[in-house]
């Protein structure tokens, strides 16, 4: 019997679980983290990315590989190409925080072509895409990002439970105009939970930066705040999206900006337009102010969303690709 095989390559480490596969497919985990000393040193180009992707071309031998993220995607296309190893390409978590421009934009757009299937996380970007990158529109297809409740740290928040409000993330985050919110609100506690690269200046005495938090108390100190934010740069900014699911899955009150690709997560989630820190104050004031409310409700709504975004829609929207190539 012939063993039917996917290539499944990510910067992830081997092993990280991605999707139940149909009976009879077995996956190759190929990991483009840094594997020694060079791909550690050297960041610039990612050696380790190009390593992996030249691993993944070569060992498809036909049959489909699943890239990771955009650039992953690049770099195994361009291996292809130049290993002249056709296999059917589907990449997942298409997704940019900033889109390329110039050179970079010209090379993806061309790499790009060898790709079969695109899965986006929102009906704004299968529609942005597709145009940005000159690629037919019927291959890119929509699928509401998918996972379990993100696991909680046992014990309490290090800060008294509901007596302030969170923000978590470091994607596409305008952290600016949440302080000018805070600004306004200096009886109201605030702690942001973001990462190096995100420039928070000037800070109230009511506002508490946090940096590089483990996943699970990120998590205990999030459903402990009255609420969390999640400010975004744009009305089309596309990011957010785990937050946004971690935090509904959790039963956590929500606010955020106003954004097209975020449009099919904030039907429960309080918006305000992108940049209104007046308004962005008002709410987070309502929230705070009705926090046992709005956390029962959220709470009640759980079921529902742990429907809405459990990954068996990530098993069929990939098993049914996969059965286009196998």
């Known amino acids: 019997m012939v063993t039917r095989r ?18 009879g497919v077995e996956q190759l985990d190929i990991s483009a983290l840094p594997a020694n000393a060079l791909e550690r040193l050297v960041q610039k180009p990612k050696i380790a990315r190009y390593r992996a992707a030249l691993g993944a071309a070569l060992a498809a031998k036909g049959m489909p590989i699943i890239s990771h993220l955009p650039r992953m995607t690049a770099a195994v296309c361009t291996a292809q190409a130049m290993t002249r190893r056709d296999a059917p390409h589907l990449a997942f978590s298409f997704n940019f925080t900033d889109l390329p421009e110039g050179l970079a934009r010209r090379y993806m757009a061309s790499a790009f072509q060898r790709v079969e299937e695109f899965f986006v996380y929102s009906e704004y970007e299968r529609e942005a895409y597709p145009q940005y990158f000159s690629q037919p529109k019927e291959r890119f297809k929509s699928l509401l990002w998918a996972q379990s409740p993100p696991t909680v740290a046992t014990g309490e928040s290090p800060f008294k439970p509901n007596s302030y409000v969170s923000a978590v993330g470091g994607e596409g985050r305008d952290y600016a105009t949440l302080v000018k919110a805070a600004e306004a609100l200096p009886q109201v506690q605030f702690v942001i939970i973001a990462r190096p690269r995100n420039h928070v200046s000037s800070l109230p005495d009511n506002v508490q930066l946090l940096m590089d938090v483990p996943a699970e108390l990120t998590w205990r100190i999030a459903l402990e705040s009255s609420c969390v934010v999640v400010p975004l740069k744009s009305a089309t900014t596309c990011c957010g999206h785990i937050t946004l699911v971690a935090g509904e899955l959790l039963g956590i009150p929500l606010i955020s900006t106003r954004s097209e690709a975020t449009r099919e997560y ?3 989630v309080a918006l305000c337009e992108p940049g209104d820190a007046v308004r962005l104050a008002q709410i987070i004031r309502e929230h705070h102010h009705q926090v046992h409310e709005l956390k029962s409700a959220a709470q009640a709504r759980i079921p529902s969303k742990i429907a809405k975004y459990d990954r068996k829609h990530w098993d069929v929207a990939v098993s049914q690709s996969l059965a286009r190539y196998m």
């Open 6 to 23: 996917i290539v499944n390559v990510a910067e992830l480490p081997r092993g990280v679980h991605f999707v139940n596969l149909p009976n």
């Open 266 to 268: 904030t039907e429960d």
